[in-house]
C-alpha cells in the first residue's frame, strides 16, 4: 500500500532503506562531557529495531562551550569516538543508517549550561529565549569554529556515522550568519548575501577537505524564520541552489528560529499537519539533491503521499518516532490502528526542556527508559484490580498485563479515557482522542476486562479479593464555598465539553486555567458571548509560553473577555458578582461553568487497603497533576507489580 515510503533511496553512495527519517532531537541523555551513555544508545536502538530508515542524532557540540543543553553528545576531541563507535555498531545491527549532527547553538544557549562561557554570534543580540547576551566572534575565531566543524565530521566518520548532517537552522550559528535578523556585521562575513553565505562554504569546504567526497554530509536549514526581519522562501531558494554548488549531499528543510512568537520553531497541536512541506516542494524544484521534509507529519499515509507527489524525498517524523518508535514496522505491516501517534502536546518532549530535564514522551512513558526496562513474564501472575479508566489507570493495567498478570478495568463512567476524554474537546485537541483510541486496542489484545458503569464500593473489592489494586481515581471537580454555587445554571467545565448539558448563549467561565481557558475557548467557537474570571494576574499560566500564545489567540479572535485580578463573590439568577482591587461589579450570564481545577479522589484509599495488602495510588488520585504525570506513574507501577 505505501509503495513510495518503502523504497530505498541514496544520498550521496550511502542507500538508506526506505523514507523515513528520525530528525535529530535534544534529549539531555549524555554525559556533561559530551560522552554517551547506555541509556542514549539503547533510545536510539529502540528506533533502528522499528525499522527507521535513517537515524540522525542530536546537536553534537563541535568544541566544549558549544552546547545549547548540558547533557548533549559531543565530538570535540578523539576520547569522544569510541562510545560513539558503540552506538553506531549497535545501529548497524539493523537496516537503519544513523547521521551525526554537527553544530554551534550561537547566541541559542547559555552561561549554565554552557561550561559559564559567555556564547557567542555574528553580532551581540540576545535570544529571546535564553536571554545572555553574546560576544560578536572575531574574524580569527569565525575561522577556528570553521575548522572545528570539520574536525568533528572527521571524528563523525571515524566512529562509523554513515554521514553527518550539519545544523544551519532553527537560529543557531550558522543560520545566524545566513540571516540579516541576527546578521549586523559589515565586514566579509556580513551584510550581503554572498557575505552572510560565506561561513556555510568554508564549513562544507573544510569538512570535505577531512572526510572526502564519498561521506555523506546534509545540511539542515530553515525554509522560512518566521520571525520579522528573517529569511523568507525568496532567499532560501537562491540558498538551496548555492548550497548544492558548495557539495552538500542533500537538503533538509525545517523552519523557524527560538522564540515564543515564532510558529516556526515548535510544532504544536494547533498547527496544522505538514505545514512546511510546500517550503521543501519549492526547493526540491530548484535543486537535483535529496530533499528532506518534517513538521506535523506523523502518520504514514500522509508521508507517503507528500512522497508520491514528489515534495519530498524523505520525511522526518522526530516527535512521531518518540510517540512510537516502531512505526515504520507497524505500517509496512499495514497495522496501522496499533501506531501510537504523537498528539502534538509538547509536554515531554519540549517543556522538560525547558525546565532542564531530559525528555520523554506523554503517550510513551519509556522513553528514556529503554536500558531498564523489562518485560520479561511474572513467575506468578497477580489479580490486578485497577479502579478508574484515565490514562494512569489504562497505562498501569496494560504494562501489568504484558507482564503477564490478571487484569481488570473497573470505571464508573461509561466510557474509558477520564478526563483525558474531555480534553480533547477544546480546539485544536482532537488528536488527544488518539491515546485513548490506541491504548483501548492495546487493552482488547491484551484480554484485559474493562468494566464500566461499575462503582467500587468496598463489598466489591471485597469479593474480587485482588492481589493488588492500582486507584487511578482521578480528581473531582473543586466546588468553593460561594453563594449561589448551587443553582440550575452553574455546571462544570467537563460537563459542558462532554455535551452532558446545554448552555445558553451569555457564560461566564469561572477559572483561568487550562481548563477554564480551553473551555471557554470551544464555547467562543460555537459564537456564544463568554467572559473568564480569574484571580491570578493572568491566565493560561500552567500552560508552555508557545501554546499560551495559540489560545489565547484564539479566545481574543472570538471575543473571549477576560477578567484577571478578580474573584467570584457570588453567583446570583442572572449572573457573577465579581470583585477586583476592592471594587464589585456583576458580569451578565444565564450559564456559568466552573473551573477552578481539581482534588485529588481519595474515597477508596482506606477501603482499598483494609482488604488488598499491596495498593497503588497513582496520578490525580496523589495530588492535582497532568496525564504526562499520570501516565508515568501508570507505567511505572504496571513494571512494579
Not at 82 to 104: A, P, V, W
Request: proline fraction near 4%; charge should be negative.
Amino acid at each position: 500500500m505505501l509503495k513510495a515510503l518503502f523504497t530505498p533511496q541514496k544520498i550521496n553512495n550511502c542507500v538508506i532503506p526506505n523514507r523515513l527519517v528520525v530528525t535529530a532531537m535534544v534529549t539531555n541523555f549524555c554525559n556533561e562531557d559530551g560522552t554517551l551513555t547506555d541509556r542514549f544508545i539503547k533510545y536510539h536502538e529502540e528506533k533502528a529495531k522499528g525499522g527507521w530508515g535513517l537515524i540522525i542524532t542530536e546537536d553534537y557540540a563541535v568544541n566544549p562551550n558549544a552546547k545549547g543543553y548540558q547533557f548533549i553528545a559531543g565530538l570535540y576531541n578523539d576520547e569522544q569516538i569510541e562510545g560513539n563507535r558503540r552506538l553506531t555498531n549497535t545501529i548497524h545491527k539493523y537496516d537503519s543508517k544513523i547521521f551525526c549532527q554537527i553544530y554551534h547553538p550561537g547566541r541559542q544557549t547559555s552561561h549554565f549550561v554552557n561550561g559559564g562561557v559567555q556564547p557567542v554570534a555574528p553580532s551581540a543580540i540576545p535570544c529571546p529565549w535564553c536571554r545572555d547576551l553574546p560576544r560578536e566572534l572575531t574574524v580569527d575565531e569565525i575561522h577556528e569554529i570553521v575548522g572545528q566543524f570539520g574536525d568533528t565530521a572527521l571524528r563523525a566518520k571515524k566512529a562509523g556515522f554513515d554521514g553527518v548532517e550539519v545544523h544551519a537552522a532553527h537560529g543557531y550559528l550558522l543560520a545566524e550568519f545566513l540571516s540579516p535578523y541576527a546578521n549586523k556585521r559589515t565586514d566579509e562575513y556580513g551584510g550581503c548575501f554572498e557575505n552572510r553565505i560565506r561561513i556555510l562554504k568554508e564549513v562544507i569546504a573544510d569538512i570535505r577537505s577531512k572526510v572526502g567526497n564519498d561521506f555523506p554530509v546534509i545540511v539542515r536549514i530553515s525554509g522560512e524564520e518566521r520571525v520579522e526581519g528573517g529569511r523568507t522562501m525568496a532567499e532560501t531558494l537562491v540558498l538551496a541552489r548555492e548550497i548544492e554548488s558548495m557539495s552538500f549531499d542533500g537538503i533538509h528543510v525545517s523552519s523557524g528560529v527560538y522564540g515564543n512568537y515564532n510558529k516556526g520553531i515548535v510544532s504544536t497541536m494547533y498547527q496544522e499537519h505538514a505545514w512546511t512541506t510546500d517550503f521543501a516542494a519549492e526547493v526540491k524544484r530548484v535543486v537535483s539533491i535529496p530533499v528532506i521534509t518534517v513538521n506535523r507529519i506523523n502518520e504514514p499515509k500522509m508521508a507517503d503521499t507528500t512522497i508520491s507527489m514528489g515534495k519530498a524525498d524523505f520525511v522526518g517524523m522526530g516527535r512521531g518516532s518518540l510517540a512510537d518508535p516502531y512505526l515504520p514496522m507497524k505500517a509496512k505491516m499495514g497495522d496501522f490502528e496499533s501506531i501510537r501517534y504523537c498528539i502534538g502536546c509538547l509536554q515531554g518532549c519540549v517543556m522538560q526542556l525547558l525546565k532542564g530535564r531530559s525528555i520523554t514522551c506523554l503517550v510513551n512513558p519509556e522513553i528514556g527508559h529503554e536500558y531498564e526496562t523489562d518485560y520479561t513474564k511474572v513467575e506468578e501472575p497477580k489479580n490486578v484490580m485497577v479502579i478508574g479508566a484515565g490514562p494512569g489507570g489504562l497505562e498501569a493495567a496494560m504494562i501489568a498485563a504484558k507482564r503477564g498478570h490478571r487484569v481488570t478495568v473497573y470505571e464508573q463512567r461509561n466510557d474509558i479515557g477520564g478526563q483525558f476524554k474531555s480534553a480533547a474537546y477544546p480546539p485544536c485537541k482532537g488528536e488527544l482522542s488518539n491515546f485513548v483510541s490506541w491504548i483501548r486496542n492495546e487493552l482488547k489484545k491484551l484480554n484485559v476486562e474493562i468494566k464500566l458503569n461499575t462503582t467500587v464500593t468496598e463489598e466489591l473489592i471485597k469479593e474480587v479479593n485482588p492481589d493488588a489494586i492500582v486507584l487511578a481515581t482521578g480528581g473531582v471537580p473543586v466546588k468553593p464555598n460561594i453563594k449561589g454555587i448551587d443553582k440550575d445554571h452553574v455546571v462544570f467545565a467537563e460537563d459542558v465539553l462532554l455535551g452532558k448539558v446545554p448552555t445558553k448563549d451569555l457564560i461566564v467561565v469561572c477559572g483561568g486555567g487550562e481548563v477554564g481557558g480551553e473551555t471557554a475557548a470551544a464555547l467562543a467557537l460555537e459564537e456564544k458571548k463568554v467572559s473568564i474570571v480569574e484571580m491570578l494576574p493572568e491566565i493560561l499560566k500552567e500552560l508552555d509560553p508557545v501554546q499560551t500564545i495559540e489560545l489565547t489567540n484564539i479566545l481574543n479572535k472570538y471575543g473571549v473577555k477576560q477578567y484577571t485580578n478578580t474573584k467570584v463573590v457570588e453567583i446570583t439568577d442572572n449572573g457573577v458578582v465579581c470583585e477586583s482591587k476592592g471594587n464589585r461589579f456583576t458580569l451578565p450570564a444565564d450559564t456559568i461553568v466552573l473551573a477552578f481545577g481539581y482534588k485529588p479522589n481519595k474515597t477508596l484509599e482506606d477501603k482499598a487497603r483494609a482488604y488488598c495488602r499491596e495498593v497503588y495510588t497513582i496520578g490525580g488520585a496523589v495530588k492535582t497533576s497532568n496525564a504526562l504525570d499520570a501516565i508515568q506513574d501508570g507505567f511505572q507501577v504496571g513494571l512494579k507489580l
